[in-house]
């Protein structure tokens, strides 16, 4: 489901739809942990959390990637306002300089930085899954293979 609706008019909603993700991120170190958790327990977690975080993931990027056609839509205006208003020519760079430096055009590049953050947050939490998987497998394999006393 798209999360774009829930931004608002002129993303005025954005802030309380990025705390409602870092609120989910605050709790993925204790869910990630194994100490204290049954192996039964440790394998459930494996099989619930990464989708929920990979879904997560995915809507992130679905912002991202608006926000992203809303600064080109945005730049496309400012520069096509540039060459209407002004009645001598700009060079490519006065243009540039122009567009760069409007407020609204900065306004939506600041949210678009946020929201990649927490995007970037999101997918080294899905990384972080995965790498849980492979060592809870291998964790396993050590308990079935006895050697958890071993000392290498």
Do not use: C
Not at 15 to 37: F, M, R, T
Not at 87 to 94: G, T, V, Y
């Amino acid at each position: 489901m798209s999360r774009i609706p829930d931004l608002g008019p002129n993303f005025a909603n954005l802030g309380s739809v990025l705390a409602e993700y870092e609120l989910d991120q605050s709790v993925v170190e204790s869910q990630l942990s194994v100490d204290g958790k049954t192996a039964k327990q440790a394998q459930k977690d494996q099989v619930e959390y990464p989708y929920t975080y990979e879904r997560r993931r995915v809507e992130l990027k679905t912002i991202v990637d608006y926000l992203k056609l809303q600064l080109d839509k945005k730049r496309a205006e400012l520069f096509q306002r540039s060459v209407e208003n002004y009645s001598h020519e700009l060079s490519d760079r006065a243009r540039t300089i122009y567009v760069e430096g409007n407020s609204e055009y900065l306004l939506i590049k600041e949210l678009l930085l946020e929201v990649e953050e927490v995007y970037q947050l999101y997918a080294s939490i899905v990384d972080a899954w995965v790498s849980r998987g492979f060592a809870l497998k291998d964790h396993t394999a050590i308990i079935d293979n006895g050697l958890q006393e071993r000392v290498f």
